[in-house]
């Protein structure tokens, strides 16, 4: 198989991991362009015992190339995305770009790789805190179907990208050498030793476009518009890993031992739930796995079909690069990709 590979903003956190995965996963490429803006260029990245140099991202950066990961901010999408559609590309999108475009396939394969089918070019990755939310509740879906959930998100830094771990880091050693006021550039207010209620923009109706992206998203992937959602996403001083407080109300009663039982089954999930000896996942826990992980399952004294959960997962893993690189070895094992129809 011939397969030449290119990642947009190949130099933040996301591609960073994007070309770790490919690497880890021995994923199918006979060429691997790193692209990203020109303050980048000049540096270079090990793949496969190989020094890869990083290019600039141009209009015709995708010349030959059979598919992109794509993970440079939406911006860089909108504008650039098109330019590897027509070159033949065929484009796997991270950002928040595409996702919601009715002909464009959102997906996280252990759900609804089968949207695959329908692809015209290009492919939305959701938003980390959605994509390992749906990885967890979807078998309950699809088992006793979804009614509504409340979600609080605690979510690490590592997702606004590599200059926010650097804030984080930066902060903290400055508070612990005594210093009082830090330099806040990235976040609004400090989040070394804080926590804040915001994810990305405030809209209209009060909630930020994180939580809605949970919303719209967590339906277009169960394909299921009726199921009620509300989120508060919050930032918490943590480098990798998203942990997620989920209240799942269901039509059909199911209980916390046949949730056990269904999750011990489930693609991609891990239940590690056994409170009496604090066994409970947490995003240290999930720092550099692949699996997503579930504990705390318990019914909700509030509720006859409610379920209580936690899920975590490594954000720019499952919630990124990982997730982008099972779309497209999907698409390799369903012939999907142009290059090897
Ligand atoms: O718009 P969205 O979708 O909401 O996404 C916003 C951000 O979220 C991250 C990603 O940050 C994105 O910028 N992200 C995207 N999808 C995600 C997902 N699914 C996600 N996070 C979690 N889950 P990031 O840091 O991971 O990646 C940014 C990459 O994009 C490249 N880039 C930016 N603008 C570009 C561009 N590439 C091409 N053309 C453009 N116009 C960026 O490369 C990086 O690879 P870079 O070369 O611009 O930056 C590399 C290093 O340079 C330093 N730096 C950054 N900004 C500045 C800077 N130095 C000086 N001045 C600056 N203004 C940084 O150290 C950076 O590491
Ligand atoms: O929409 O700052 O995929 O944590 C995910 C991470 C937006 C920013 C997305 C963050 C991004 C978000």
């Given amino acids: 198989m011939q397969l030449n590979v290119a990642i947009m903003g190949a130099t933040g956190a996301v591609g960073q991991e994007m070309l770790r995965t490919l690497e880890m996963r021995h994923f199918p490429c006979t060429s691997l362009r790193l692209l990203a803006s020109e303050r980048s260029v000049g540096k270079k990245f090990p793949f496969r015992g190989r020094l890869i140099p990083v290019e600039k991202l141009t209009p015709e950066s995708f010349k030959g190339v059979d598919l992109v990961l794509?993970?440079?901010g939406a911006s860089v999408s909108r504008e650039f995305v098109p330019h590897a559609v027509k070159a033949g590309a065929v484009v796997v999108d991270n950002t928040s770009a595409f996702r919601m475009e009715p002909d464009?396939?959102?997906?996280?394969?252990?759900?609804?790789?089968?949207?695959?089918?329908?692809?015209?070019?290009?492919?939305?990755?959701?938003?980390?805190?959605?994509?390992?939310?749906?990885?967890?509740?979807?078998?309950?879906?699809?088992?006793?179907?979804?009614?509504r959930l409340v979600i609080a998100t605690y979510q690490s830094v590592s997702g606004t990208g590599q200059k926010a771990i650097d804030e984080c880091l930066r902060q903290t050693r400055e508070l612990l050498e005594g210093k009082r006021d830090v330099e806040c550039k990235v976040y609004p207010h400090r989040i070394a030793f804080n926590v804040l209620p915001h994810i990305d923009v405030?809209?209209?109706?009060?909630?930020?476009?994180e939580e809605m992206k949970m919303v719209n998203e967590t339906r277009k992937i169960l394909e299921d518009d009726s199921i009620a959602i509300t989120a508060t996403t919050v930032r918490v001083p943590v480098l990798r890993g998203h942990s997620e407080a989920v209240n799942v109300e269901t039509h059909r009663k199911i209980t916390a031992a046949e949730v056990r039982e269904l999750l011990s089954k489930a693609p991609g999930v891990v239940v590690v739930d056994d409170p009496k000896n604090y066994d409970y996942p947490t995003p240290i826990y999930s720092e550099g796995r692949d699996e997503t992980y579930v504990g705390r399952?318990?019914?909700?004294?509030?509720?006859?079909?409610?379920?209580?959960?936690?899920?975590?997962?490594?954000?720019?893993?499952?919630?990124?690069a990982l997730n982008a690189v099972q779309i497209a070895e999907e698409l390799i094992a369903r012939k999907l990709l142009r290059a090897v129809q």
């Fill in 70 to 72: 794509a993970s440079a």
């Fill in 104 to 147: 464009i396939p959102l997906v996280v394969p252990e759900v609804n790789a089968h949207a695959l089918e329908k692809h015209k070019g290009i492919i939305a990755n959701p938003n980390c805190s959605t994509a390992q939310m749906v990885v967890a509740i979807g078998p309950i879906h699809r088992a006793v179907g979804i009614k």
């Fill in 202 to 209: 405030f809209l209209e109706n009060g909630y930020t476009k």
């Fill in 297 to 320: 399952i318990r019914e909700d004294i509030s509720n006859p079909n409610g379920i209580e959960m936690w899920i975590v997962s490594d954000n720019l893993r499952k919630g990124a």
